[in-house]
């Protein structure tokens, strides 16, 4: 197992988000399914994570609860030095305001705002003020310069998601999580949006953190991560497409043996 996976890792300042021996179970008895077995993981501060495996292997499941989205059953879950399971409610969507940002497959844009406005959106929620300087360099990366005034119907999606993107960074927030954040968009438009996230990391410092079932996504990122049955098998640093869908399919197999 690599290095980025040990308890001392974990518990460095390099990490943004960590998971360590955590797990996730629904039902009990005969019904009981383990999402995610004892699973122990960090995410490093400015570098990108694409999260892989096969459907059911609890990718997102991991995602959602690193995020503070979803509770977990036992173990331990970190974003930076803040346990999430001893937050009560009202300090968890605090956290989550303050210090992540969020990307998903639906755009989650309201109607009535502009892009400007669902940009700063959280921010404005919690009565804070964008730091201007911060908000132009991502206004300008994602490319909505002359986008601004336009409501989500007068934006394509690749332009919405462009939108989630900004928003999801407006606040400079310690991570990204990122659920399938191409999955309704074309290839060109995807491949756009991975960019932005590629240059947040590179020219703005950010975490990122991203699910996908997509090799090519998952290529933009600086190292994969592989899920299979609840568990963490795997790991590619400096991913290829190929690279990793040749993985995938090693996966397969196995599962097809067993």
């Not at 969507?93 to 669902?118: C, M, S, V, Y």
Request: proline share 3%; glycine share 8%; aromatic share 6%.
């Amino acid at each position: 197992m690599s290095t980025a996976f040990t308890a001392s890792t974990v518990g460095s300042t390099a990490v943004a988000a960590s998971a360590t021996e955590l797990s996730k179970i629904y039902g009990q008895g005969e019904t009981q399914v383990v999402a995610l077995d004892r699973v122990t993981i960090g995410f490093r501060r400015a570098e990108f994570t694409a999260i892989m495996g096969p459907s059911g292997s609890g990718k997102s499941t991991l995602m959602h609860c690193v995020a503070g989205l979803d509770t977990f059953s036992s173990g331990s879950a970190r974003i930076g030095d803040i346990e999430l399971g001893r937050l009560r409610d009202s300090q968890l969507t605090q956290l989550r305001r303050d210090k992540i940002g969020f990307i998903f497959q639906a755009f989650n844009l309201l109607p009535i705002l502009t892009a400007a406005e669902n940009s700063t959106l959280p921010m404005d929620i919690a009565g804070r003020r964008p730091d201007r300087e911060w908000l132009d360099r991502v206004i300008e990366m994602v490319g909505l310069r002359d986008r601004l005034d336009h409501r989500p119907t007068q934006l394509s999606g690749g332009q919405q998601q462009r939108v989630a993107v900004a928003r999801a960074l407006a606040s400079c927030p310690e991570i990204v999580f990122a659920d399938e954040p191409t999955g309704n968009l074309d290839s060109r438009s995807g491949a756009e949006v991975l960019g932005f996230l590629r240059n947040s990391v590179r020219e703005l410092g950010q975490t990122v953190v991203m699910v996908t079932h997509d090799p090519v996504a998952a290529a933009y990122a600086d190292r994969v991560v592989f899920l299979a049955d609840g568990r963490f098998v795997d790991e590619m640093v400096q991913p290829t497409a190929d690279g990793v869908l040749d993985r995938m399919k090693e996966f397969d197999a196995r599962v097809r043996v067993s």
